[in-house]
Each structure stands twice: as structure tokens, then as C-alpha cells.
């Protein structure tokens, strides 16, 4: 576009808002001269005097009200919230019933005109007492205050019948690249459809998450990523369909979405590996939330399936984030990948005066006395694995079926039962005796 046109084009929108701007002024003159008549001030004072009422009761009932909801220990909390709103907002509640009440009987003995101020002042009253009312029910402070201030304006300004002069102002106030024009009322419009379908698509989300989570019938793995491919067509689709509810012209994202593509290549390898390894885990089932796995140093139980890492829970309290890809190309021991049995090993010996077929059953029984070891499906078995130079060497091999409990614990509560058996039934746990001679001393001397 040629500088000359661009200026043409900045002088006909400077001009446009002149034009706006008088008219909407003259408009306020005219209201603002309307309201030096006497019956028109004699509403605002009226509503004026109706709000320090109730300002005054507010302040009379508002601690009273607080005491009975401190009494109200067992009600639910539904209940409780609803009382603290209405708390909050008491003064607002009370001069609305004061002002359209007086309404009301103005209606009924005098002529409407004397009582239209105070209708218009009743309406916005209410109009906004159910916004602030409604809005609580957004838990982000941001997005509710956000939410809150733009309906108040909207519906001011729809009551007060300003609507067609605040578009044409805002639909004013505008920008042109080449075939495209982007005004306020544009941005305007599309943040308020763009709320309104990613609320939509949230609630949507929500909803169906926690249905699919509590089926049973599906995997966990299955879940997350069903979950997670839901969550993307569900956002992905409200952002396409608000841009288009606009009349945004979507064909300039294809060059973006190449721009994207290139540095994806580039400079997001690592994630974009993630992000593929994670849909991979979530396909082929190898983890899933609740197994416990080992991963070099690190041995937990699985908290959650991320889109970029996974999150394993230690025995210690630690949340490692692991990324998606290190489990698809490293050595991952998964404890509880086909069932959730694990075979623990513990070693130990005895003196070779004890005689093996009794250590063998003792062994055994000490095991069982253990909780967390199987007793019935998979038993305990003790074997001689060698003759080591100070004792008979023997493995004792027993089966849990909760590693999330952890491993160490359940090996040293073995371990404590060894030890209480024989030691009531005399049996010796030798350890290496040597016998140390000094050189140069005989060996008569060094035996004295």
C-alpha cells in the first residue's frame, strides 16, 4: 500500500471518530440537561437516599447475619459458599428490593415518566447484583474481574441504549494490512467468542476426563491418552471455529504453521521427541499410572503420564519428572508391567555344624511370618547355593504383590525374622576368623 493511501486512510477513521465522539457528547449533553428537571432530580435523590438506607441496614444486619452462618457448623458447603456471597453482596441485595419496591408504588401513583430514572437505575442495579453473583462461580481472580467489568459495561450500556454508538466508535478505531482490517470491535468480539467456546470446550473436557478416568474397562495408559487426544480436538476446534465466527481469515496460518514446522525442526527437537515418545508410551502400554519402575538410580511408582514427561513418585517423597524420551530409549526395569508379582532375593549363611535340611525350613518359616509375603500362591523356597569358606551359602527367594510398598523394607522384616529364628533355635551365623603372626617370632613364642 502507498504512503499516500495510508494517509488517506488514517485521515477518513480520524475523522469518523470526530464525527463518533460529537455526536456521543452530544448525546451526554442532552442527558446530562435532562436531569436538572425537577422530577428527575427528585429520583436521583430518591435513589440516593435508598442507598444510604441501605448502606445503614447493611451495616445493622450484615454481623448479625455472620454470627447465625458461624453457627451453621453441619450445613454443607454449597451452602456455607452461597450465605458468604450473599454476605458480600448484602448491600447491593437490599437496595435493589428498596428501589424496586419504591418503583412499584411509584408506578401505581404517579405517571410512569416521573418514575423512569429510578426504573433505569433499578435495572442496572439488578443487572449487575446478578453478575457479581454469577461471576463467583469463575474461581481465576483475573478471568472474573475480566468477566465481570465487560458484562457491566455491556449491559449498561444496552440499557441505557448506547449499543449502536459504542460499536460504531470501536468499529471505527481500526487497522488495514493489505485486504485484512482489524478494528477494536473485531479483537472485541472475537476474545468474547473465543471465551465463550474454550469455556464450552473446559467444561466439556472436564466432564468427559472424569467419566473416562472412572471406567474401568479401559487401560489406564488408554485413558490419559484418550484424555489427551480430547483435550487437543476439543481446544482445537473452538479456536478454529471462534477465529471463523469472527470472519478471521484462516488462510494466512498456513505460511505460520510452516514457519512453525521449520522451527520445530530446528530448535524443538527435544520436545517434539518428547511429545512423540509420549504418545508412543501411551500406545504401546509399556508404563502406565501405578507401576513401579526402576530407571537407573531412581526406583518408584508412576504418579502420572505427562505430554512431555512422567512423574515417579520415591519412597523418600521425591517427584522426579522424568522426559518421555529417556524411557523409550534407555533400560527401564517396569516391576508391575504384566502383573504385579516381584521375587526378592536376600543371602545369608550358616555354620557347618548346623544341619541344612533344618536352616532350609526355618529359612522358609521366618519368611512366611512376614505380612507382606505371599504364604499361598507363590511360597517362599530356600536353597544351598555353595560352601564359602566360613559357612554354607544359601538364597532365600519369597514373592510380594505390592512394590509400591517398597523393597528395602520388606527385606530387612526377613532379614529380622532370620535373625529371631535361629537365635531360638541355636543356630550360628559364622563370620571370617584369621589368624594374624608377626614375622621373625617362632611359632611356640607366637602360640604362648
Not at 223 to 243: E, H, S, T, W
Not at 254 to 274: D, T
Request: include cysteine; aromatic fraction near 10%; glycine fraction near 8%.
Amino acid at each position: 500500500m502507498e504512503p499516500e493511501e495510508v494517509d488517506a486512510q488514517a485521515e477518513d477513521v480520524t475523522e469518523e471518530l470526530l464525527d463518533t465522539g460529537q455526536e456521543l457528547w452530544m448525546q451526554i449533553g442532552t442527558f446530562a440537561e435532562s436531569l436538572l428537571r425537577p422530577w428527575n432530580a427528585y429520583q436521583i435523590g430518591i435513589a440516593v437516599a435508598l442507598f444510604l438506607l441501605a448502606h445503614l441496614l447493611n451495616r445493622f444486619l450484615a454481623p448479625s447475619l455472620h454470627e447465625w452462618m458461624r453457627s451453621r457448623e453441619g450445613w454443607p458447603k454449597w451452602r456455607i459458599r452461597f450465605l458468604v456471597v450473599v454476605h458480600q453482596r448484602l448491600r447491593a441485595i437490599i437496595f435493589v428490593t428498596l428501589i424496586w419496591a419504591v418503583v412499584f408504588v411509584m408506578r401505581e401513583v404517579t405517571w410512569p415518566s416521573r418514575s423512569y430514572i429510578l426504573s433505569v437505575i433499578a435495572t442496572l442495579a439488578f443487572v449487575w447484583l446478578a453478575i457479581a453473583l454469577l461471576s463467583r462461580l469463575i474461581r481465576n481472580k483475573f478471568l472474573r474481574s475480566l468477566i465481570r467489568y465487560g458484562l457491566w459495561i455491556f449491559a449498561t450500556l444496552q440499557i441505557l441504549e448506547l449499543t449502536d454508538t459504542a460499536t460504531t466508535i470501536l468499529d471505527s478505531a481500526a487497522v488495514t494490512f493489505g485486504e485484512t482490517r482489524i478494528s477494536l470491535l473485531l479483537i472485541i468480539n472475537a476474545v468474547v467468542m473465543l471465551g465463550i467456546l474454550f469455556f464450552g470446550a473446559r467444561f466439556i473436557s472436564t466432564t468427559t476426563s472424569e467419566r473416562i478416568r472412572s471406567n474401568e474397562e479401559i487401560s489406564p495408559s488408554m485413558r490419559v491418552l484418550v484424555v489427551k487426544a480430547l483435550q487437543v480436538l476439543l481446544y482445537g476446534a473452538a479456536f478454529f471455529i471462534g477465529m471463523r465466527a469472527v470472519g478471521f481469515d484462516l488462510t494466512g496460518l498456513a505460511v505460520l504453521s510452516g514457519a512453525i514446522g521449520v522451527g520445530l525442526g530446528f530448535g524443538l527437537q527435544k520436545v517434539v521427541s518428547n511429545l512423540v515418545s509420549g504418545v508412543i508410551i501411551l500406545l504401546d502400554k509399556s508404563i502406565k499410572p501405578g507401576d513401579v519402575i526402576s530407571l537407573g538410580d531412581t526406583f518408584g511408582w508412576i504418579n502420572s503420564l505427562g505430554a512431555r514427561y512422567v512423574s515417579v513418585v520415591t519412597r523418600d517423597g521425591k517427584e522426579y519428572l522424568i522426559p518421555n524420551e529417556d524411557l523409550i530409549t534407555g533400560q527401564v526395569v517396569n516391576w508391575s508391567h504384566s502383573n504385579e508379582f516381584v521375587r526378592l532375593d536376600i543371602y545369608f549363611g550358616t555354620a557347618y555344624g548346623d544341619d541344612p535340611h533344618k536352616v532350609r525350613a526355618i529359612a522358609i518359616e521366618a519368611a512366611m511370618s512376614v505380612n507382606r509375603v505371599l504364604k499361598d500362591y507363590r511360597k517362599p523356597v530356600c536353597h544351598i547355593v555353595g560352601f564359602g569358606d566360613s559357612s554354607v551359602d544359601y538364597i532365600l527367594r519369597f514373592w510380594i504383590k505390592d512394590p509400591t510398598g517398597g523393597l528395602t523394607n520388606v527385606r530387612g522384616a526377613v532379614y529380622l525374622a532370620l535373625w529371631d529364628a535361629f537365635q531360638a533355635e541355636n543356630i550360628s551365623i559364622p563370620f571370617p576368623q584369621r589368624e594374624i603372626r608377626m614375622l621373625g617370632e617362632e611359632p611356640a613364642k607366637a602360640l604362648d
